[in-house]
Antibody
Framework: QVQLQQSGPGLVQPSQTLSLTCAIS??????????WNWIRQSPSRGLEWLGR?????????DFAVSLKGRITINPDTSKNQFSLHLNSVTPEDTAVYYC??????????WGQGTLVTVSS | QSVLTQPPSASGTPGQRVTISCSGI????????VYWYQQLPGTAPKLLIY???QRPSGVPDRFSGSKSGASASLAISGLRSEDEADYYC???????????FGGGTTLTVL
């Protein structure tokens, strides 16, 4: 059974960087058949896919065009986890953030979610 | 504004059958599989239907999915009070190169 455990601050100041980590159990971040995604959910934007990292002989990243330049997703093989960093945040980035796994082409497992509020 | 279109609400009485629609376009639903997620209050979405009409183990056969062209539907038969939740459809979009979601349908069991 795959489990994704999220951690990170629930409050970020405007213009700062939002950072969250997702610890994986029951699978490997280096798996050749899985992808590791970040998705957020807010009343105004609904569910929004942010990006993913995955390993296929080498590491790959894909990001939503709307966030390119502000987002990085990094795997950490030593801790079997991956992280999200979103810089220059504004109140519009306030949302519940989820880490998820994709396998066989679809999102099957979700983390518990982290409410991140951008406010001073 | 979500890329996939769902009705904001649906309702039914216990035992009834309800359907929830999801409308997209060629680059997403017509070209790719559709997935459905159930989100209970205060929890993360849970995979309900994958690849248009497949149920993960543990999902009751009261839940079924279908797809035709650029639209898809989720049907719930034998409605139960514990089915009260938000339901979301999702698909990969080939033009945007992102996962896209519906705006969600809140199901009320009367």
């Amino acid at each position: 059974q795959v489990q994704l455990q999220q951690s990170g601050p629930g409050l970020v100041q405007p213009s700062q960087t939002l950072s969250l980590t997702c610890a994986i159990s029951g699978d490997s971040v280096s798996s050749n058949s899985a992808s590791w995604n970040w998705i957020r959910q807010s009343p105004s934007r609904g569910l929004e896919w942010l990006g993913r990292t995955y390993y296929r002989s080498k590491w790959h990243n894909d990001f939503a065009v709307s966030l390119k330049g502000r987002i990085t997703i990094n795997p950490d093989t030593s801790k079997n986890q991956f992280s999200l960093h979103l810089n220059s945040v504004t109140p519009e980035d306030t949302a519940v953030y989820y880490c998820t796994r994709s396998r066989d082409g679809y999102i099957d497992y979700w983390g518990q979610g982290t409410l991140v509020t951008v406010s001073s | 504004q979500s890329v996939l279109t769902q009705p904001p609400s649906a309702s039914g009485t216990p035992g009834q059958r309800v359907t929830i629609s999801c409308s997209g376009i060629t680059s997403n639903i017509r070209s790719n599989f559709v997935y459905w997620y159930q989100q209970l209050p205060g929890t993360a979405p849970k995979l309900l239907i994958y690849k248009n009409n497949q149920r993960p183990s543990g999902v009751p056969d009261r839940f079924s999915g279908s797809k035709s062209g650029a639209s898809a539907s989720l049907a719930i038969s034998g409605l139960r009070s514990e089915d009260e939740a938000d339901y979301y459809c999702a698909a990969w979009d080939d033009s945007l190169s992102v996962w896209v979601f519906g705006g969600g349908t809140t199901l009320t069991v009367l």
